[in-house]
Nanobody
Framework: QVQVVESGGGLVQPGGSLRLSCAVF????????MGWYRQAPGKQRELVAL???????NYADSVKGRFTISRDNAGNTAYLQMNSLKPEDTAVYYC???????????WGQGTQVTVSS
């Protein structure tokens, strides 16, 4: 079975930075897209950023210029560098990956990001 594991969340002051990691385990097939989503209390889950196996990226307008998504050369780990954090960035952040050929999607358990002074 495929496991998706996020790490790197925590408490940070406004203007600070965090780097989230998403590691994929147990897939014998390539992952062709990886994305970060977030969900705040009372809000729907929203896409933050995604990256394809070809390196194409897409960002929510609210995080452009502040967040950067990247992927290692092996294609099994994604990162989300978050700079200039704002209180409205507070949410549970989830990693989602889509597996090559099967087109199956897998979610991580989520990691809490809290931005507060």
């Amino acid at each position: 079975q495929v496991q998706v594991v996020e790490s790197g969340g925590g408490l940070v002051q406004p203007g600070g930075s965090l780097r989230l990691s998403c590691a994929v385990f147990g897939s014998r097939l390539s992952i062709y897209v990886m994305g970060w989503y977030r969900q705040a209390p009372g809000k729907q889950r929203e896409l933050v950023a995604l990256i394809t196996s070809g390196g194409s990226t897409n960002y929510a307008d609210s995080v452009k210029g502040r967040f950067t998504i990247s992927r290692d050369n092996a294609g099994n780990t994604a990162y989300l560098q978050m700079n200039s954090l704002k209180p409205e960035d507070t949410a549970v952040y989830y990693c989602n990956v889509v597996q090559w050929t099967t087109n199956l999607a897998y979610w991580g358990q989520g990691t809490q990001v809290t931005v507060s002074s």
